[in-house]
């Protein structure tokens, strides 16, 4: 259950916080994440992106830092 504490902790689904991070990985036109059956892993973009979310998507949504809580 790789985005379960996130959904958990965004009272979203599970299945919703993986679509806001594959839209997000639309918008940035790289991946984030790298994927298994048994783990993600953020890829060094998706490392970036978390320590500094306005510095790496500048001029991208305000909002993109929510879906790194907990992850």
Same mark, same amino acid.
């Given at each position: 259950?790789?985005? &379960?504490?996130?959904?958990?902790?965004?009272?979203?689904? /599970?299945?919703?916080?993986?679509? !806001?991070? %594959? +839209? =997000?990985?639309?918008?940035? &036109?790289?991946?984030?994440?790298?994927?298994?059956?048994? /783990?993600?892993?953020?890829?060094? !973009?998706? %490392? +970036? =992106?978390?320590?500094?979310?306005?510095?790496?998507?500048?001029?991208?949504?305000?909002?993109?830092?929510?879906?790194?809580?907990?992850?």
């Amino acid at each position: 259950m790789p985005f &379960g504490r996130t959904a958990e902790k965004m009272r979203l689904s /599970r299945a919703r916080v993986s679509q !806001l991070v %594959q +839209r =997000l990985e639309r918008r940035v &036109g790289a991946a984030l994440l790298t994927r298994t059956s048994r /783990r993600i892993a953020r890829t060094s !973009l998706g %490392q +970036r =992106l978390r320590a500094d979310p306005k510095g790496v998507a500048e001029g991208r949504d305000q909002g993109i830092s929510v879906v790194w809580v907990g992850c």
